[in-house]
């Protein structure tokens, strides 16, 4: 019996440390989600803008 008790507290010492580490890469995946939403944001805004784009010529091909 002891040592059933023994295995499961091994198994749930493991599992624990598991459940930290997944914890931590959520986090740091959540981190730069968020970032990516910002910079996506931050890129859609300058699209819709137009302030980069450059002149517009409506000038006929050179064979013409």
Same mark, same amino acid.
């Given at each position: 019996?002891?040592?059933?008790?023994?295995? +499961?507290?091994?198994?749930? =010492? #493991?599992?624990?440390?598991?459940? &930290?580490? +997944?914890?931590?890469? %959520?986090?740091? #995946? =959540?981190?730069? $989600?968020?970032? *990516?939403?910002?910079? $996506? =944001?931050? *890129?859609?805004?300058?699209?819709?803008?137009?302030?980069? =784009?450059?002149?517009? %010529?409506?000038?006929?091909?050179? &064979? #013409?």
């Amino acid at each position: 019996m002891d040592q059933r008790i023994v295995e +499961l507290e091994i198994r749930i =010492a #493991y599992q624990e440390k598991t459940i &930290h580490d +997944l914890d931590e890469m %959520v986090t740091k #995946y =959540a981190a730069r $989600l968020d970032a *990516l939403a910002r910079e $996506l =944001a931050e *890129l859609r805004a300058r699209f819709d803008s137009g302030s980069d =784009a450059p002149p517009i %010529v409506d000038e006929p091909p050179p &064979h #013409y």
